[in-house]
């Protein structure tokens, strides 16, 4: 099994301050990534997939990059609807490992 | 507007069964596949597997092969995931969530709202 390891676990960060939040993979998954931001009590959300495509309707604030098997989501200036939980998740052969999560929380 | 309606509910004693349903509308249903990923309390989200919509082939994750089928009825724009053998380590909230292709290899862009099976004697 394919293998995310995701960091940090949580962040603490404020209004305007660029972020940024890290996944590697254990193997290569090519360019099948994508980037979830989930609220309590809520469904995760589509942020991105194929490492940098953003899902209509998300900010350009939001942008994706990989080099080898090491993703990173980057949040250029954090706003308040920003501070939720981020997943990173792989969906390459037939499998759709999800990384353990990166809470953004208010400094 | 695009939306998957799951069922509701649900508690289970341990060693049952619990099947969910996820209704879909708002687009072509057998243009797309369709995942079923759980979450239990305060953790991150598990994949369990995949299903074709377009021909049935379903593909299920190494930890669940052998206790869970998921299967859909076109005809009801549904899927459908049965999960056997309950134990309380199953309780969770159940999605299902639209692939943004009919392929596997794709991420997803729609979700249900969730259908929570607690486990317990």
């Known amino acids: 099994d394919i293998q995310m390891t995701q960091s940090p676990s949580t962040l603490s960060a404020s209004v305007g301050d660029r972020v940024t939040i890290s996944c590697r993979a254990s193997q290569n998954i090519r360019s099948w990534l994508a980037w979830y931001q989930q609220k309590p009590g809520k469904a995760p959300k589509l942020l991105m997939y194929?490492?940098?495509t953003l899902q209509p309707g998300v900010p350009s604030r939001f942008s994706g990059s990989e080099s080898e098997t090491e993703f990173t989501l980057t949040i250029s200036s954090l706003q308040p609807d920003d501070f939720a939980t981020y997943y990173c998740?792989?969906?390459?052969?037939?499998?759709?490992?999800f990384g353990q999560g990166t809470r953004v929380e208010i400094k | 507007q695009v939306q998957l309606v799951q069922s509701g509910g649900e508690v289970k004693k341990p060693g049952a069964s619990v099947k969910v349903s996820c209704r879909a509308s708002?687009?072509?249903?057998?243009?797309?596949?369709i995942s079923w990923v759980r979450q239990a309390p305060g953790q991150g989200p598990e994949w369990m597997g995949w299903i074709s919509v377009y021909n049935g082939d379903a593909f299920y994750g190494e930890k669940f092969r052998d206790r869970v089928t998921m299967t859909r009825d076109t005809s009801a724009d549904a899927a459908y995931m049965e999960l056997g053998g309950l134990s309380p380590d199953d309780t969770a909230l159940y999605y299902c969530?639209?692939?943004?292709?009919?392929?596997?290899?794709?991420?997803?862009?729609?979700w249900g709202q969730g259908t929570l099976i607690t486990v317990s004697s």
């Open positions: 194929d490492v940098s």
């Open positions: 708002g687009y072509t249903f057998t243009n797309y596949g």
């Open positions: 969530a639209r692939v943004r292709s009919g392929s596997t290899d794709d991420a997803l862009d729609i």
């Open positions: 998740q792989q969906y390459s052969t037939y499998s759709g490992t």
